[in-house]
Nanobody, 122 residues
């Protein structure tokens, strides 16, 4: 069992930066692939970025490549999402998720956090 708690969301102007954190409970954190998803009002939850269990492999949706960076610290049971050059279209609730494999399909993830709101003003 893994419990996930996100933090770091907020209101920022376009072009600004935020760093999201996702703290996990449980001793098996390092065995999970971790990903960030987001959901804007009226839209489906979409994959944003993912990282494999060791941190060696990462994967990003095209719209955030070059702007967002996912990382993890297995000693601290935490995964991060550094978001730079934010745009109004990045506005959404951001969720972290834990799963067995690194994949963009939300159905492959077993555990989810409660989400943190990111709002980017123009």
């Amino acid at each position: 069992q893994v419990q996930l708690v996100e933090s770091g969301g907020g209101l920022v102007q376009a072009g600004g930066s935020l760093r999201l954190s996702c703290a996990a409970s449980g001793r098996t954190f390092s065995s999970y692939a971790m990903s960030w998803f987001r959901q804007a009002p009226g839209k489906e939850r979409e994959f944003v970025a993912g990282i494999n269990w060791s941190g060696r492999y990462t994967y990003y949706v095209d719209s955030v490549k070059g702007r967002f960076t996912i990382s993890r610290d297995n000693a601290k049971n935490t995964v991060y999402l550094q978001m730079n050059s934010l745009k109004p279209e990045d506005t959404a609730v951001y969720y972290c998720a834990a799963g067995g494999i690194l994949h963009s399909d939300k159905r492959d993830y077993d555990y989810w956090g409660q989400g943190t709101q990111v709002t980017v003003s123009s």
